[in-house]
């Protein structure tokens, strides 16, 4: 057993020894993995459309890359635009398609920012009818801060 070089080391948890003596190696496994991040976010937007539009996308995918963030919408057309849509009335269902997508946008914004820390720039997406899908692309001020920042693809520039 090694001897301990303080008294008050015996009575100090794991936790805190390493919070104080190695600061550098808990602020970094403090830091959400990318997978972490993307999940996150997903399960966020999820809600966020359920809550401000009553209909949940079947599906969100979030990539990240570099300053850019990639969402993709599955099943993202509401009841009322599909009825539309399928009545024959295509450009007033993507009229308010487009019309709801600008209403949410700015809680779009403010939880893309909330979970991933960083500001955002820019927000460009279309939807696809006939598909259902919706595509997003975030644009950021950086590279959201992560564990493993080596899984984050990078753009070549």
Request: hydrophobic share 40%.
């Given at each position: 057993m090694p001897k301990l070089l303080n008294n008050n080391l015996k009575h100090m948890s794991l936790d805190t020894f390493i919070w104080e003596k190695c600061p550098s190696m808990t602020q970094e496994s403090s830091k959400p993995t990318r997978g972490q991040l993307e999940r996150s976010l997903s399960q966020r937007l999820q809600a966020l459309y359920r809550d401000q539009?009553?209909?949940q996308p079947g599906k969100v995918t979030c990539q990240l890359f570099d300053e850019k963030l990639a969402i993709i919408l599955e099943d993202s057309i509401t009841p009322p635009?599909?009825?539309?849509a399928d009545r024959g009335q295509t450009e007033l269902a993507q009229q308010v398609h487009s019309e709801l997508d600008e209403a949410i946008q700015p809680?779009?914004?403010a939880v893309?920012?909330?979970v991933l820390g960083v500001n955002v720039l820019d927000i460009l997406s279309d939807t696809t009818l006939e598909t259902g899908r919706t595509g997003i692309i975030a644009v950021l001020d950086l590279t959201p801060e992560v564990r493993n920042p080596e899984a984050v693809p990078k753009v070549k520039k």
């Open positions: 539009l009553g209909h635009e599909q009825l539309l809680q779009l914004k893309i920012e909330e």
